[in-house]
């Protein structure tokens, strides 16, 4: 068969599937662009080169002049990290400062140590207990004051015993007495409390910050005034009891001279 | 002529009628759905429009843009500055920071010298073996010599007298007087122990403050005012020790008070019975 009538043939036996792909590839396909005529060259380069001035004069200038206010921001941002780091809060000073803390509280569990060390000396069954009672630092001990007391020294005379007079100077110096001692064992559980406290404040400080160390040290200043308050209240008990033990004296005293003139009295009486 | 007519006609008829009408509606869908051709390129002087366009834009827009964040950056430029002239000039000026340092150097040496001499002048007094023995161990601030420092004690105020010298009660109070004086001195010598190691952090913190920095002296203020809450704590120990020898000196002058009064007592009794 000639070669054209074969071709055709064969187009005709597969004309369906030609005739849709060819309607496919006709839909599909893009439309043919309208080709650039007469291209204006010279007004591109011209608006091109517009922009391009454009960005020379206004952008490159700003940005040169932000790029230089950057670097000097920069330099200045630097310099203060560095003097914070070298000067203000150099890590090896902070490293040493808190080691300090660590040492000064190692000295002052010694010294804790050192200040609950038994001193205790009575010999004697009674003053062992009072004596027991006194150096206990423990506050709920102090109702036992009393008994252990009066086993001690004896209660008030008896008003057969006594006069009014020499009973209520007793009673009232047995009371200063009593009340001393048990300030005492509650000033010695104050003590006791305000070292707890320094030790928590002291290991707080140790793993402070530098920012956060004056935080510690404002609660460490609280404690030192709420401690001298104490301190003064106490020395206000030494005071006050050393008052009553003048008065205690001046008594004496008094009751002498009216001895004394009641013994005269008496005197002239048995002459007469 | 016979070929065209044979093609035409196998559209109209079976299979390729089917075919045609389903690439008919195809070709709808698609020519109803798919998307405009785009115009194809624009001319020079759009072109030049939109570049001015872009100029205006570029010069009115950014470059005032620029302009404003130039002058922001500016202005943080002058803060950072004027921070910095602040902190290294007025808050932490380095002059001023080693001058503190000197400050605590030049204490130290002026000062801790002479306060320790001052400190350690001996004040001992006693003449005889006994108070001197008891002298000394009173004041070296030991806190392990409490049985020794017992028995020097004892042999220099006298030990408890026998049951049988003295009256039960006054023994008992007299052994309670001895120990309180006891305990007191003790703690004294306790206190003087305390009183070293609290020279000694008060030493080391002095040490380290010659050389902190401005951020680390907070930790030093900090232990300094931890260290004196125990001070104090200590202070009021010596206090109650104070008032424990203060009430028994009281309560023992009461107690002869009481044995008088008991005495006056049994001696009007003896005489009433006497003249019976």
Same mark, same amino acid.
């Given at each position: ?35 650039? *005529? ?44 560095? *003097? *914070? ?169 008094? *009751? ?17 | ?26 070709? /709808? ?47 943080? %430029?002058?803060?950072?500055?004027? /921070? ?146 125990? %001070? ?27 044995r008088q009064a008991d005495m006056a007592g049994q001696f009007r009794q003896d005489a009433t019975t006497l003249f019976k």
């Amino acid at each position: 068969m000639d070669p054209k009538w074969r071709l055709l043939h064969v187009l005709w036996e597969h004309r369906t599937k030609f005739l849709v792909l060819m309607l496919i590839m006709s839909l599909v396909a893009p439309p043919p662009a309208r080709a650039q *005529f007469g291209i204006d060259w010279g007004a591109i380069v011209a608006a091109i080169n517009s922009i391009g001035s454009a960005i020379t004069n206004t952008i490159a200038p700003a940005l040169r002049a932000i790029n230089g206010a950057l670097g000097t921001l920069s330099n200045l941002v630097s310099s203060i990290q560095a *003097f *914070f780091t070298n000067i203000v809060y150099p890590q090896a000073a902070i490293n040493r400062a808190q080691g300090l803390v660590g040492a000064v509280q190692g000295l002052y569990t010694q010294i804790q140590a050192t200040s609950r060390v038994n001193v205790s000396s009575a010999t004697l069954a009674n003053p062992q207990q009072l004596e027991q009672v006194l150096l206990s630092r423990n506050p709920m001990n102090v109702p036992n004051v009393t008994a252990n007391y009066q086993t001690l020294y004896q209660a008030v005379p008896t008003p057969r015993a006594a006069s009014p007079q020499t009973r209520d100077l007793v009673d009232m110096n047995d009371a200063a007495a009593q009340a001393a001692m048990k300030r005492a064992i509650a000033i010695d559980a104050i003590a006791d409390t305000e070292m707890q406290a320094a030790d928590r404040i002291n290991t707080e400080l140790a793993q402070a910050a530098p920012g956060t160390a004056p935080m510690i040290e404002a609660e460490a200043a609280a404690w030192l005034v709420r401690a001298n308050a104490y301190t003064q209240s106490a020395l206000g008990d030494v005071v006050r009891l050393r008052a009553v033990t003048l008065a205690n004296s001046g008594a004496q005293l008094k *009751f002498n001279s009216n001895n004394a003139a009641q013994i005269r009295q008496n005197a002239l009486d048995s002459m007469k | 002529m016979e070929f065209i007519r044979r093609f035409l006609s196998s559209f109209l008829t079976g299979k390729g009628r089917s075919s045609v009408a389903i690439f008919l509606a195809m070709a /709808l869908m698609i020519g109803l759905v798919g998307p405009p051709p785009a115009k194809a390129q624009i001319g020079a002087i759009a072109a030049a429009a939109a570049a001015a366009a872009v100029v205006a834009f570029i010069t009115n827009t950014i470059g005032a843009l620029l302009g404003t964040s130039n002058g922001l950056l500016s202005d943080i %430029n002058r803060f950072f500055q004027a /921070l910095v002239n602040l902190w290294q000039q007025v808050v932490y000026p380095i002059a001023l920071i080693n001058q503190a340092r000197l400050m605590v150097t030049q204490l130290i040496a002026q000062f801790r010298g002479l306060v320790t001499a001052i400190d350690n002048v001996s004040v001992r007094s006693a003449t005889l073996p006994n108070p001197t023995a008891l002298e000394g161990i009173m004041r070296n601030g030991s806190v392990a010599d409490f049985g020794q420092f017992d028995q020097v004690f004892r042999t220099t105020f006298q030990p408890l007298p026998p049951a049988a010298n003295i009256n039960p009660g006054d023994r008992q109070r007299v052994d309670m007087s001895d120990a309180l004086a006891m305990d007191t001195l003790k703690a004294v010598k306790a206190s003087d122990h305390v009183v070293q190691q609290t020279l000694q952090a008060a030493q080391m913190i002095e040490d380290e403050a010659a050389q902190a920095a401005p951020g680390t002296a907070a930790f030093l203020a900090g232990a300094g005012l931890v260290a004196a809450v125990e %001070n104090q704590a200590m202070m009021q120990r010596m206090l109650a020790a104070e008032l424990r020898e203060e009430a028994a000196i009281l309560a023992h002058t009461n107690a002869i008070r009481k044995r008088q009064a008991d005495m006056a007592g049994q001696f009007r009794q003896d005489a009433t019975t006497l003249f019976k």
